[in-house]
């Protein structure tokens, strides 16, 4: 890092004007912010501030040409008031891989690292600790360079946000299988955090809102027929007692929820299989009864289960089960994000 | 439109520090601006202002999901300094057509045109006057509105900017044909003139650029086979004496340069094919000697002539032709732009 962090504390507080049981998701913002420019070849120093408006010119290339990134991640405070993150250098090392894929310069793993953690100590107030809630927090990297010529540009800024949250998804979620839209190109971006990525779904998934459902479940813009991810989490089937996911691709997104519900899963002894699967496959096995679960996975929305799916017409009830995969994975991930369980795996970042 | 436009001049005019002979592209820009947004369901006040920064939330739904869409144009002047657009209304149908698949607001006509002619009115001194030169216009339009959702934000910008601008490329150009990346889904957002579509094409176009080439020729995403665009071009190819160019599609923009080029170029009884072209043709042809050009079509760039393409780990230079179609086809479009032609079409439009 070019030098310390900087920090500029606010002169008042905001927190008292926010209801911290009653927490939307992502949409209540804490007092500071961590800021650092990228000019001139290098990384500035780092400065926690008040948060407040970012002032860019016109011709900055983000507004132009989408260049941007961002991270979703959660904090979490334990019984006794420590600071948790969960495995935040997968993180920092996605955020990179993103980077590379949109030309935007890495970002040092001290000051995401130490940005963060300085971050949290400034506003550790704002970390709830309902049960729940937690603090999301927002890392992202945009070009602040202009100019009109489509190319990347020579300087960008690095933020990181946070916001008190509470659940991503109210309720059972009811998801639409895609059939004529795409989420992602083969050889294209989205396997990276790109802003792109986002507002490309959007219509598809106005659409299906128009329809009932509440999200999209992609399927490769080819044949439409595998299965990819839900857009803000990768998907899980279970089939009899087989848990079926998608391997990661350059148009599937490497979520880190995912990867860690795999691990706990084959630690439970769960079979688990990583393979294509095929939308005929899930119709089928709905039809005849094998079909046991779906449900999402990602930072937002942790373990999300999927009541119905739609398909070509017509609507597919998942059973009720009693003790459901989604609620034992989600309660072994989030007792290990929380400091409820023990973690064998080395997860859970305790701040000092 | 809400009510008239609001007009606040500058206290002093920058443009003596521009040197009119010397011009970049897209990289020095007008004294004003056009802003105006879309707050509570509806476009405010269009205001026309001193260009300065914008301020925005660092929650802004633009820095997160990319939710952006822009236009390119240009404003020529004649002899007799009379101001000239050309087929504006295909921009502005065309950023409603891109605004609609991102979930952006319409713009209506009347704040587009009206507020273009107004600000080219008051900065009309930033018109380039001399031989291939014009101003630049980069109307945009991106998600202002808040949240760390991943949703349609609620408000939004409309913004115009100008640039006096020189040539886009400088010398001849050097082209890769693509056979790993790519730059738009089946049923993805390729047709628009979304801002992500042309971050995605940073990295590709990058390792081009380290092999030698200035651009890349994009290919569809499932076989690497057929001939799509070239991020800011649409391509053209001339085999003996027939001009070949891709049908647009929800993976190909729609080319205003483009379908003004098919259109002369049957006026002049050219033989123009839209249709499907293979890499393997052109490969062909360039081996039996029938392959006489290739250029790229678009706004920024006109026309564009291609010297050499890179495919496969092999350079196809393309002969040196006496008039070829790309200079004929140029010059007619050009002088028709800048008035030196008749315009049997109704594509200029003068303004008072």
């Known amino acids: 890092m070019k030098s310390n962090i900087e920090i500029q504390r606010i002169e008042k507080s905001k927190i008292d004007s926010v209801d911290f049981n009653n927490l939307p998701f992502g949409s209540v913002y804490s007092d500071h912010m ?138 059972k979620v009811k998801v639409l299988i895609e059939e004529k839209y795409a989420r992602a190109a083969n050889g294209g971006v989205g396997f990276a955090k790109a802003g792109g990525n986002y507002a490309a779904q959007f219509y598809p998934t106005q659409l299906a809102i128009e329809k009932g459902y509440n999200q999209v479940i992609w399927t490769d813009d080819n044949s439409h027929e595998y299965i990819e991810e839900a857009g803000a989490m990768n998907i899980f089937i279970r089939i009899n007692d087989t848990l079926i996911t998608s391997p990661t691709s350059d148009r599937i997104l490497n979520g880190i929820t995912r990867k860690s519900v795999i691990q706990i899963a084959e630690d439970m002894n769960i079979d688990v299989e990583v393979r294509k699967i095929t939308v005929s496959e899930v119709i089928a096995a709905a039809q005849s009864g094998s079909l046991k679960e779906m449900f999402g996975a990602g930072t937002a929305a942790v373990i999300s289960p999927i009541a119905t799916f739609g398909y070509h017409g017509t609507d597919y009830d998942l059973p009720e089960l009693e003790n459901p995969f989604a609620e034992i994975l989600k309660k072994a991930i989030t007792d290990i994000q929380t400091n409820k369980a023990e973690d064998p795996y080395g997860w859970r970042v305790v701040l000092d």
Chains 1, 2 share one sequence.
């Open 34 to 171: 961590l800021e650092c420019d990228f000019i001139n070849g290098e990384w500035q120093t780092p400065v926690i501030k008040p948060y407040a408006p970012i002032s860019l010119d016109p011709a900055a290339k983000i507004f132009h040409y989408g260049q941007s990134i961002f991270e979703g991640m959660k904090a979490y405070k334990d019984a006794d008031e420590n600071t948790m993150l969960f495995r935040p250098l997968e993180n920092w090392k996605r955020l990179n891989k993103s980077a590379e894929r949109l030309v935007i310069p890495h970002i040092p793993e001290d000051i995401f690292m130490e940005g963060l953690k300085k971050l949290l100590e400034v506003d550790n107030n704002w970390i709830p600790t309902n049960e729940g809630s937690s603090l999301y927090i927002r890392p992202f990297m945009f070009a602040s360079g202009i100019g009109f010529h489509a190319s990347p540009a020579d300087s960008y800024k690095f933020i990181i946000c946070t916001a008190p949250s509470g659940a991503y998804f109210a309720g």
